[in-house]
T-cell receptor, first 118, second 111 residues
């Protein structure tokens, strides 16, 4: 079974520029998540999709961050304009449904995109 | 979701058992205990989960106290590849329930 694919693996941009990250979840996984992980901290949920609908985006800074999941499969996360504090690893994860014990024991994460804003 | 408390770091000798504690004194009756780990430059990886009973799989064992206020993840024979940050998470089992990560425990396995 292929894992969660993310690209690019690394990205360096200047502040105020825009950037986009791409995620391809495991085939058949209805739920997709984007997490932000700042160095030395645990991952923080930004947005959760169920198929192509948003379930939770309460922690997404909507003035600069946007995300979409077209056709309930691939997803993109965009930052425009980027700030220095956006430097982090952006992780995508997917699960069969809610990711709980009844749905396959949890989430599968990709390796992430490391963003550096200079 | 209930808050968890973990030591920031631990060391373990290769080949010995690694016992990682987690305190979740405010856990609710319908919340499960999950453990994930994150090896450097990788995404978090599911290890094990449980509700009340002790659990074991090919990766680890999970011991949950009778009052469910704390748990211990046991890696029976730690290897250098087990060096990672280990996260203890509690969450309800409902569709859409988020997985909320704390700071975790940095486990270093020494040769």
């Amino acid at each position: 079974e292929a894992g969660v694919a993310q690209s690019p693996r690394y990205k360096i941009i200047e502040k105020r520029q825009s950037v986009a990250f791409w995620c391809n979840p495991i085939s058949g996984h209805a739920t997709l998540y984007w997490y932000q992980q700042i160095l030395g901290q645990g991952p923080k949920l930004l947005i959760q999709f169920q198929n192509n609908g948003v379930v939770d985006d309460s922690q997404l800074p909507k003035d600069r961050f946007s995300a979409e999941r077209l056709k309930g499969v691939d997803s993109t996360l965009k930052i425009q304009p980027a700030k220095l504090e956006d430097s982090a690893v952006y992780l995508c994860a997917s699960s069969l449904a809610g990711g709980g014990a009844h749905w396959g024991y949890g989430y599968t994460f990709g390796s992430g995109t490391r963003l550096t804003v200079v | 979701d209930a808050k968890t408390t973990q030591p920031p770091s631990m060391d373990c000798a290769e080949g010995r058992a690694a016992n990682l504690p987690c305190n979740h004194s405010t856990i609710s009756g319908n919340e499960y205990v999950y453990w994930y780990r994150q090896i450097h430059s990788q995404g978090p990886q599911y290890i094990i989960h449980g509700l009340k009973n002790n659990e074991t799989n090919e990766m680890a064992s999970l011991i949950i106290t009778e009052d469910r206020k704390s748990s211990t993840l046991i890696l029976p024979h730690a290897t250098l590849r087990d060096t990672a940050v280990y996260y203890c998470i509690v969450r309800v089992e409902t569709s859409g329930s988020r997985l909320t990560f704390g700071e975790g425990t940095q486990l270093t396995v020494n040769p």
